[in-house]
């Protein structure tokens, strides 16, 4: 009987070893994920529209048609933020001005952009912030590849900080 007890006891401490070296690998390697709760929709129509709760806009210019619908599905958005992009000399994409900053969107409060949607060198960027600390970001620009401008499943990265609040469950 005592033997058995040893075992069980050398079975726990190999399974307890191997979750704390597992957790340790997931805080050093892996810094993005990829999740479907937040929804993007170019030019949405009224049936989409009409999926939100409620929704504000924000219009560039007044005779635009092109919109863009920014919905989050099952995460409360702590903060979303419209930027304007410029070219660097070295032909990169970098962060210009803030132009409109949104907080606390809850599930199905929506925003809709009335912005001009650009080809070759896109002028506007959208980045948000979930719980965890996670942070999207997506630029606002046609898809020259298929022509699929909506966007279900977003890439989120997440820092140091943001793997251990994760792990101990702090919002």
Known sequence: METFLQVIDWILRITGLASIIIILINLFIKDCEYIDNVKIIANPTEEELNKCKNYEEYSEYEKSHENTLFLPLSCNVKVLKLYSLKLTEEGKLKKDVLIKKYKRLEPYHGVVFNIM????????????????????KEIVQYNGFNGNDDKEIVKYHYGFISKIRKILMIK
């Open 117 to 136: 949607r650009t080809c070759a060198a896109p002028r506007y960027s959208l980045e948000w912030k979930i719980d965890y600390g996670y942070k999207g």
